[in-house]
């Protein structure tokens, strides 16, 4: 049996900005965008004659204040490479909140990271997330969550990659994902029995925000906690469809504070307005509430 820690941390990503980490110009806009979180990729986005400059761009970055308050994930290339191995050296001394692993298939992908970070005395909120973007990556995605919950394995999310999986599968870009949902749920079904963070793929035609907002849509539906964006006109669709709604979050308060009566600290159902509410959804109200409070928070900040 799976030992899960009560002590799960809350944290937003409705958007997580993906950035090459070759192009300045992006690089320093990104503290004015209401993003959740930005990707800064060295891998896929940057061609191979330019990995090093990028991996320059990202330390000049992280020499001054990145983002207050939301997420850095740094994607690196294949640990086998040796773009990798210097991208890993890069993001050790940048310090992100995050280090986002290119196809992961298997669990050594991730132990093998963990372990490096660990010889490396990384602090431990730096964490591991994990692109699933191959049939391999799919198939073995419990056993790579699994991983989550062995020592110092740091692994905190994981990150559908669509583009990857339809050019290995031959599945054509249809509307509505049809034939790739079934594995999209794999990934989901796998993050949330290892109580990992999964967030969906990008959604390649950034002029389109109707069919952006549709797989916004369709992603919410099935369970994703947010999704990767690859242009800032996305952003403020993300954060409606992902983001906490405002009857969900009054309604989660009320919850908290009918279980919170005296008459009722013993009880494990009460009667709510006409509907029986168990005490197993006082959790839930407590995460979709510190959510909210703090996306409010954050905005406040900037306004």
């Excluded at 669509?162 to 049809?178: A, F, I, M, S, Y």
């Excluded at 794999?186 to 952006?212: G, K, T």
């Excluded at 008459?263 to 839930?284: C, P």
Aim: proline share 6%.
């Amino acid at each position: 049996m799976v030992n899960f820690s009560e002590n799960i941390s809350v944290r937003p990503r409705r958007s997580l900005l993906s950035v090459p980490a070759i192009n300045v110009r992006a690089l320093e806009k990104i503290r004015e965008l209401d993003c959740d979180g930005v990707i800064l990729d060295l891998e896929d986005s940057v061609a191979p004659d330019m990995k090093g400059k990028a991996r320059e761009n990202l330390e000049k970055l992280f020499s001054g204040p990145v983002l207050d308050g939301r997420e850095t994930v740094i994607r690196i290339n294949p640990l086998s490479t040796p773009d990798g191995k210097a991208d890993l050296r890069l993001a050790l001394s940048c310090h992100p909140d995050a280090i986002l692993l290119p196809k992961v298939e298997q669990p050594s992908d991730i132990h093998e990271v963990a372990d490096l970070l660990a010889e490396a005395d990384a602090p431990e909120h730096l964490k591991i997330w994990a692109m699933i973007e191959t049939p391999l990556g799919v198939l073995n995605a419990a056993s790579i969550a699994d991983a989550a919950h062995t020592p110092n394995a740091r692994l905190a999310a994981f990150v559908i990659g669509l583009n990857d999986l339809r050019k290995e599968t031959r599945v054509p870009r249809l509307p509505g994902r049809t034939y790739l949902v079934p594995w999209m749920m794999q990934v989901v079904l796998a993050a949330r029995a290892y109580r990992l963070d999964v967030i969906d793929s990008v959604s390649n035609d950034f002029r389109d925000i109707e069919a952006f907002e549709a797989e916004c849509e369709q992603g919410r539906a099935m369970g994703f906690d947010g999704k990767m964006l690859i242009h800032p006109a996305q952003i403020e669709a993300a954060n409606g469809h992902f983001g906490p709604d405002e009857a969900a979050v009054a309604e989660a308060r009320e919850i908290i504070a009918a279980f919170a009566k005296p008459e009722s600290v013993e009880l494990n159902v009460i009667n709510m307005n006409g509907r029986m509410i168990e005490r197993l959804h006082v959790g839930q109200a407590e995460r979709l509430v510190a959510m909210a409070d703090i996306i409010a928070q954050r905005k406040a900040k900037t306004t």
